[in-house]
Structures are given as structure tokens and as C-alpha cells.
């Protein structure tokens, strides 16, 4: 990160992101007064709803609210409550205005307390009104493409005592340099690119996250050279159509040819991406997925229908065969690669054919997991306007269905690995027994072996012992790994999960 030192003497500069370390310099003082006069610190709670790109969104937001000098609190009792909202099924929507009537009881009680609500539901102008007209207790509204200006909308939120809105329709604007705070410190999330041009007819996305923009290759190796120097071993590229990257650069580059330059940078180990576009998915990506030693044998690849009729009007662009055409070629090239999806249940029209298609393909692909979803309306997407929406309980029998298939093969092809050794990144203490430490497998499943703190952040071997469902139990077997762990735990009976 380059160093920006702010004179709060002079003009806030134009250009970004110098403008915005002018404004944390100011938001630093404000605080600091604030504190002063309550002798304490300051506390924030960042709380993320939805995807990855939120949460990467948020550690930005956590990274700027601890320059300027508040502190991160556990819980919501803080001086500075954000909820980084997502808006892609009606559900979120609903659980942020449930929670917004609890934060306002605290607001009652701690007079200096701020709310502030970002992320993409935001970006919808019904959600603004109602905000406006029934929750005016929130001090900060501010949309998906400003994000980067968080400092400047701190500032203005502070000196006032109303409520601020700032909510940009689109943006073709990428600030890099911006301050951002980990959650862990080996790995993080990258974004690659932001946006998406694909408007499945029943996504919002396109919407609140606006048109596909790429960030710049050297940007994107730079952050990441900047993060290995920094302790991080994996990263993960952030992007709504991770294959499409690089079309709109000045100097087009493909997801592929990115993925090569990465996999040069010196002391990374591990690379994931997220998330992929079936339609989109190049022999050159498999080719350089399969000859990587650093890219991980998982890939995401969201089905949302096995039924051509049904992919038609969502408008994906492949048919079922096609989907299963790139699954063999993927797993003939790659046979251990492990595979995830999303599936919607219950897209206006899905007939109980469609749905048994859906089922053919899950058989056939034999997902490692799949998140399914229940279709849900969502006000200005084509697929809301259609008229032969399905009745909830027949969406309700086919999910049930749809979820004990997934989970019974699940089951099946997690377990497949068992007895072998596999690398390992240790990412946590186990929460229910500290004895045990939680690692994932390059195919994105955890395992739990006896081990202490002084594994975290290292790539360990571990034999994989036996599985339980979802999650293996195993033992450490590395040489080069720090071996130190507690005796006891080996011998005591494991806990299940
Ligand atoms: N209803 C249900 N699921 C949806 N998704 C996106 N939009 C909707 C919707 N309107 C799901 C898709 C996507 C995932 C992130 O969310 O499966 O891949
Ligand atoms: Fe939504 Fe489709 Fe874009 Fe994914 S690819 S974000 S499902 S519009």
C-alpha cells in the first residue's frame, strides 16, 4: 500500500484515492474528539449478509473504521453498527429489517450510536423509501458502487444529524490503494472484477452491481504480491463471472492467462476462484487448471436448472447436455476435481418434468455439495413479470427432494478420499474442543485433527482418518509442519460434529 499523508489544512484533493485518506485524516480527528469526550474508545460492528464479494466488501469497510480509530467490537452494543446487505433472494431482505428494529432498541440506549446499511439492497430505490420513511433512526445509506468513498460518507455522517444518503445508479470507476483489514491472515479474498453482464432472467445482480468492469492484471498481481509479503499463503478471485474476465480491459487478457501470471507470484500456495459461468468456462481454463500446482481441485460451476426448457427462459445460454459435456471434460482432464453448485427450485413454469431433469443432472454430476434455493421473486427481473409462478408447496416437496439427493451424494463423494494424506491449510481452533485444530483440503472440505495455535496459517499434511458427513477427522503426518500438539487429544475420544 502506498503511503497518502494528508494535510487537513489544505482542499480534500480531487483525485482518489488521495481524496479518501484526506477524509480518514479528518474522520481521525473527529473521533478523536468523540472519544475524548466520552473517555473511552469508539466500537464498530461490520455485520456481512451474502456472498464473498460482501464479505471482502466489508473488510474493506472494517479497514478504514480502524484507521480512524475505532475499535472492532464482538457484538452490536458498538458506537458504529454497519449491515453490508445482500439483496439476491427476498429472505435477506426480510432478516435486515427484522434486525433493524432490535438495533434501533439499542440505539434508545447509547445516544452515540450510528447505523449504517450498505451492500446491494441498497441499491434497490423501494428499499431507500421505505428506509427513509420508517426506519429514520439510521444515520448512513450508501450504495454497492460508492463504497470506496466510505471515509468522505463517515465525515459526513458524523456532522450531521440527519440522515445521509449517497446511492450511485452505476459506476465505471475502480479506486485502488484503499485500506482493508483481513479477517484471517493467510488468506483473503481478491476481487478480480466486479459486476455482471449475464441478466439471468432471474438475478438482480446486474441491477444493484452494475455492468461488468475488470480490474487491471498488474493491480490485481500487485495486491496479491502485497498480501503474500504480508503472511497470506491462499487466495480467492472475487468476481460474479470469474471466466469473463479481462474482456473489457484495454488490453483484453482471459481468466486463463490471469490465472498463469498469479500462479508465478513467489510464496503463494494456493489459488480458488469463485465464481464460474458454465457458458463461459474455456478448454484454456481447464488446461491451465489441470497443469497448476497451485490451483485447488474445486470448482463452482452453478447448474440453476438441468432443464434446457427451464435454461431457456433463465437465460443461461447452455443446454443440460452442454453442462454435462464440460462436466466430462472437466473430470476427464481432471478427475479429482471436486464440483459445487447452485440450484433454483421452483422458476416460474418449472414443470415436474423439468424438476426430474434437475434431479438427472445432480445424479449424473455427483456434486461434492450444492447450495439449493427456492426460487424467489425479484422485483424488476424478467422472471418476476412471468405469470406461471409455482405454488408454494409444490416448490416446498421439490426443494425437500432436491436436498435429500444432494445430501445422500454428498455424503457419498465426500468420503472418497478417506485413508489418504492431503495437504491441508490450517485455518481455525476447533470451537467445541480447542485440542483439535480445522484445516481445509485443497477440494474445499475441512478436516479436524489434534493440533495447537502454532499450526494456523500453515499448509499441513494429514491423513484423513474417517469421515463424518461433510468434514473428515484426521491426524497430522507432516515432517516439515510444526508437529507440536497436545498428546492427550490423541488419545481422548473425538467429539462429533
Ligand atoms: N431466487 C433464488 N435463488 C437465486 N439466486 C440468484 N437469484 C435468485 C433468485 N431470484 C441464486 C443462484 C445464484 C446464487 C448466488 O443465488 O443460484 O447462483
Ligand atoms: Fe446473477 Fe446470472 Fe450474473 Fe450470476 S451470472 S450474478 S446468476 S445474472
Known amino acids: 500500500m502506498q503511503d497518502y499523508d494528508m494535510e487537513l489544512t489544505m482542499q480534500a484533493p480531487v483525485q482518489e484515492p488521495e481524496r479518501q485518506y484526506y477524509f480518514i485524516e479528518e474522520a481521525k480527528k473527529l473521533i478523536a ?247 463461459d468456462l474455456s478448454d484454456e481454463l481447464i488446461e491451465v487448471m489441470k497443469n497448476s500446482k497451485k490451483i485447488c481441485r474445486h470448482l463452482h460451476l452453478p447448474l440453476q436448472s438441468g432443464s434446457t426448457e427451464i435454461l431457456k427462459v433463465m437465460n443461461r445460454k447452455y443446454t443440460k447436455e452442454q453442462y454435462l459435456n464440460l462436466v466430462k471434460k472437466i473430470r476427464t482432464a481432471i478427475p479429482d476435481m471436486s464440483l459445487t453448485t447452485d440450484i433454483i427450485v421452483g422458476f416460474p413454469g418449472e414443470t415436474e418434468e423439468d424438476f426430474l431433469e434437475t434431479m438427472d443432472v445432480v445424479e449424473q454430476v455427483r456434486y461434492d455439495s450444492a447450495f439449493t434455493f427456492i426460487y424467489s421473486k425479484r422485483t424488476g427481473t424478467p422472471a418476476a413479470a412471468m405469470e406461471n409462478q409455482i405454488p408454494e408447496e409444490v416448490v416446498k416437496d421439490r426443494f425437500d427432494r432436491l436436498l435429500a439427493k444432494v445430501q445422500e451424494i454428498g455424503r457419498e463423494m465426500s468420503s472418497r478420499d478417506t485413508g489418504t494424506i492431503q495437504e491441508v491449510l490450517v485455518e481455525e481452533q476447533n470451537s467445541q474442543d480447542t485440542h483439535l485444530m480445522t484445516g481445509r483440503l485443497s477440494n474445499n472440505l475441512l478436516v479436524h485433527f489434534p493440533g495447537d495455535v502454532s499450526l494456523l496459517g500453515q499448509i499441513c499434511q494429514v491423513r484423513l482418518d474417517e469421515c463424518r458427513g461433510f468434514y473428515y477427522m484426521g491426524t497430522n503426518v507432516s515432517v516439515n509442519c510444526n508437529l507440536k500438539m497436545n498428546m492427550s487429544a490423541q488419545s481422548t475420544n473425538l467429539p462429533t460434529f
Open 33 to 279: 474528539e468523540k472519544s475524548r469526550m466520552l473517555g473511552r474508545p469508539l466500537t464498530f460492528c461490520v455485520t456481512t449478509f451474502g456472498c464473498q464479494m460482501n464479505a471482502r466488501d466489508s473488510e474493506k469497510l472494517t479497514g478504514i473504521l480502524e484507521q480512524i480509530g475505532y475499535v472492532e467490537a464482538e457484538e452490536e452494543q458498538a458506537d458504529f453498527v454497519i449491515y453490508n446487505t445482500c439483496t439476491v433472494r427476498e429472505n435477506a431482505n426480510l432478516r435486515v429489517y427484522g434486525r433493524l428494529g432490535y438495533l434501533h432498541s439499542l440505539k434508545k440506549k447509547n445516544p452515540h450510536m450510528m447505523i449504517g446499511l450498505c451492500g446491494c439492497m441498497m441499491q434497490e430505490p423501494q428499499v431507500v423509501e421505505k428506509l427513509k420513511k420508517s426506519y429514520s433512526f439510521v444515520n448512513l445509506i450508501f450504495g454497492t458502487h460508492n463504497i470506496y468513498k466510505f471515509a468522505e460518507l463517515v465525515v459526513s455522517a458524523l456532522s450531521s444529524d440527519r440522515m445521509v444518503i449517497d446511492i450511485w445508479k452505476d459506476t465505471d470507476k475502480i479506486v485502488e490503494d484503499l485500506p482493508s483489514q483481513r479477517k484471517f491472515p493467510f488468506k483473503s479474498g481478491v476481487n478480480i472484477m466486479f459486476g455482471c453482464n449475464n441478466f439471468c432472467s432471474y438475478c438482480i445482480v446486474p441491477y444493484v452491481r452494475g455492468r461488468e468492469r475488470s480490474r487491471n492484471p498488474k493491480d490485481i498481481i500487485r495486491e496479491i504480491e502485497h498480501l503474500v509479503a504480508d503472511g497470506v499463503v491462499e487466495v480467492m478471485l472475487l468476481g460474479q463471472n470469474v471466466n469473463s474476465y479481462g474482456k473489457n480491459l484495454e488490453e483484453p487478457m482471459t481468466f486463463a492467462q490471469l490465472l498463469q501470471e498469479i500462479e508465478k507470484i513467489e510464496g503463494l500456495k494456493r489459488i480458488r476462484f469463485m465464481t464460474s459461468h458454465p457458458k
